[in-house]
């Protein structure tokens, strides 16, 4: 029999306790060793809870408990999932973790400190919730040489943006939705800012790349600014707008990354991933384009592949999987205004027949975007392709000129 601690018994914790109890011949069968859950760390009380004598509240029993060889964190955030992490981990116990913010910010050093421990740290389950993901990438694919990944990592602001296109609602309304159905916290910030799916893009690069890229490093961009305008837009050029975590590498061996919402062609793998569903193409030179997809996101998902790394942790007690990565660097992610885009610009303007004039004129051709009963004054097009720092200059002039852009959009080309 093998003891485990989970630490953090939310809505994760809870599933992977469930998944753990009711497929416990199943799971022992796959692990070849019975699996206990020993402790569950959990500030609060659970009475009436069929496994309420193995609560704490204290972290020392779990870390003071040699008996206990593998500890699952399902916390959340930074603190104190860090510092419990690395005790665990110089405690002699492997850990498996969904905390993509913890994998995100540390990877690089808790990997390094698994490994000098002879341990493993595994986190299937912190990018893409049940899909098979972190594998993948590094087992089946790493034959190739990984030429790009887009994905849409995030399942609250899939759903609000597939509420926009397919509904028409507006941002605010389909984020009311989205609370009451219990997908977007109370405070929807790391949603719908771009933070959670930019914390899934650096992991998988990180992965993909074999250097630890940061959060703060990585150019990120919200959905709270998208109008129905904008969609409208982006229906009459062929597509829908999608938040995307991008990342590739340029013949300098940069990364170019970024998250940001784009307009994606209708005919993209990408484009019919709706709902609270995520997408993740990897391209590969080999392979040419894998496509994975499936629910990123809720308790059993998640627990599922939580408690598939518990299964390889136990079947690999003393010995080490695959995953590394190195620390990164402060010149590794290219400035994303050196990436080649093209971008919709939305203008408001008196004249638009002198605006698209002028339009044409500072940023070369631009293709106009018509939509039904557009407002007079309203002009929207699309600029070809050039350094995005260049496009920013252009419109800067074109703003001398009267011209302002109230809304820009990246063209993705995935
Ligand atoms: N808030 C995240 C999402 C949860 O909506 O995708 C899974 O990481």
Redesign the pocket.
Known sequence: MLNIAVMGYGVVGSGVVEVLTNHAEKIAKKAKEEINIKYILDLREFPGNPLEARFTKSFDDIVNDDEVKIVVEVMGGLHPAYEYTKRCLEAGKSVVT?N?ELVAMKGAELLALAQQKNLNYLFEA??G?GIPIIRPLSQCLAANDVIEIAGI???????ILTKMIREQMSFEAALALAQQLG???RNPA??VEGH??CR?ICILASLAYGKHVYPDQVHTEGITKLTLEDVEYAESWGGVIKLIGRVKRDEKKKLQIIVCPMFIPRESQLANVDD?F?GILVRGDSTGDVVFYGK???KLP?ASAVVADVIDCVKHIGARKYLFWSDGSSDYVEDYMLDTVSMYVRVRIDNVDLAYHNASRVLGGITRLSRKDAPAGELAFITESMPEKDIHKKLDALKELGVEAVSMIRIGDV
């Open positions: 969904s993509k912190s990018v919730g990592l995030n399942g609250t602001t899939n759903f997908y977007a916290e790391a949603d959670d799916s899934k609270v995520n990123g996101a809720g998640t």
